[in-house]
Each structure stands twice: as structure tokens, then as C-alpha cells.
T-cell receptor
């Protein structure tokens, strides 16, 4: 079946380290992939969009990679801070003009 | 600043009641969406609309209907609420088709059906 997989276990890292979150998908060939941040009890907030012909995209301390061969996107937060603690969702369009979201990975950055 | 508002943050209803969830966006966006979010299941699309008076079923439309009489407003209706509709409901909007554009989400409505 078609699906997006994100690690359901929380990722706990120390402040200042780089956090790396993974998004794997099967049976899709998306032209774009998006990452969102969601805080508890809030709606998701868009962070980055990466196209299939872009291997990497950066925004301040955030970096996203997109490997269409591996069917995987990696989301990195460098110099992580406690304020980065949240759930991060990846999303893609499987060709239906509708976004499908992963279940998200919760990141906890401790001092 | 972009803004999507939802009529209630928390709502408690009884089984069988008709429930209206309202969503308003102030960005003149063409596209609006209703999702529900449940633990372990992620965001699932209920209905969406690409134009006024237009609606399309998402992945889980059963038990729901929608209304879009004005461009800025998209309403989700639970005709007869049931306990399995207890969930977080999120409205979103975008100016372009989803695959090429950001979706802007509202704060969500936590609905409990007793």
C-alpha cells in the first residue's frame, strides 16, 4: 500500500546537537515534498518545500534533503535548541493533487 | 500576516447532535481543506474545496458534509455526531494546488462527542 513513514518514537537530543528526522515513502514519485512543524494543541506550520530536482534546501538552521532513488527525505536542525521541541511532519502529493501527511516524529531537545 | 481561524478551540457535543465547525481565512485563497488528526493515524483529509460552491471528497468523508458559500469560509458539518468522531479537526487553506504550495492551518478544534 502507499504510505509515508516517519519514526513514531520520539527523538531526544541535547541542546546544540544536530537533530536528523527521516521521512520514507513507498510507491510514490512525488515532484515535491514538504515539512511542517506542529506544537501540541496547534495546527501544523509550514517550514520547507523541496522539489525532486533539488537535492538539498536550507533555511537558517534547517536543512532538507530529498533522495528520489532511496525514496527518502531527511530533515536536519543544526545547533538545536529547546524551542525546537515539537512534532515534525512530512507531506507529499502522490499525484492526486492532495497532500498526504506522515504521522510525524516528536523531537525533544533538552538543555 | 496569513490567518486561518476556526470557530471554537474546544467543543463538547452529545451523540446524535448536528455539529457545525466553521473556518475562515483572510488570504483570498482559492483552496480550503478539512482534516482530522488522531494519534497514530496522522492527518487525514475529510473534504476539500477548490472554489466557491465546489467540494470534493477526501479520504474519509463518511459522516461529514461541507459547505462553501463564500470564498473565505469553509464549514464542516457532522450531520449526526458519533463518539468515533471525537478528534482534533484542522482547517487549512492554500493559494495554489497542494503539491506546489504551502498549506496554512488554523489552530484546530478539539471535538469531544459524548
Amino acid at each position: 500500500s502507499q504510505k509515508i513513514e516517519q519514526n513514531s518514537e520520539a527523538l531526544n537530543i541535547q541542546e546544540g546537537k544536530t537533530a536528523t528526522l527521516t521521512c520514507n515513502y513507498t510507491n510514490y514519485s512525488p515532484a515535491y515534498l514538504q515539512w511542517y512543524r506542529q506544537d501540541p494543541g496547534r495546527g501544523p506550520v509550514f517550514l520547507l518545500l523541496i522539489r525532486e530536482n533539488e537535492k538539498e534546501k536550507r533555511k537558517e538552521r534547517l536543512k532538507v534533503t530529498f533522495d528520489t532513488t532511496l525514496k527518502q527525505s531527511l530533515f536536519h536542525i543544526t545547533a538545536s535548541q529547546p524551542a525546537d521541541s515539537a512534532t515534525y511532519l512530512c507531506a507529499l502529493d502522490p499525484g492526486t493533487d492532495k497532500l498526504i501527511f506522515g504521522t510525524g516524529t516528536r523531537l525533544q531537545v533538552f538543555p | 500576516d496569513v490567518k486561518v481561524t476556526q470557530s471554537s478551540r474546544y467543543l463538547v457535543k452529545r451523540t446524535g447532535e448536528k455539529v457545525f465547525l466553521e473556518c475562515v481565512q483572510d488570504m483570498d485563497h482559492e483552496n480550503m481543506f478539512w482534516y482530522r488528526q488522531d494519534p497514530g493515524l496522522g492527518l487525514r483529509l475529510i473534504y476539500f474545496s477548490y472554489d466557491v460552491k465546489m467540494k470534493e471528497k477526501g479520504d474519509i468523508p463518511e459522516g461529514y458534509s461541507v459547505s462553501r458559500e463564500k470564498k473565505e469560509r469553509f464549514s464542516l458539518i457532522l450531520e449526526s455526531a458519533s463518539t468515533n468522531q471525537t478528534s482534533m479537526y484542522l482547517c487549512a487553506s492554500s493559494s495554489e494546488r497542494p503539491s506546489t504550495d504551502t498549506q496554512y492551518f488554523g489552530p484546530g478544534t478539539r471535538l469531544t462527542v459524548l
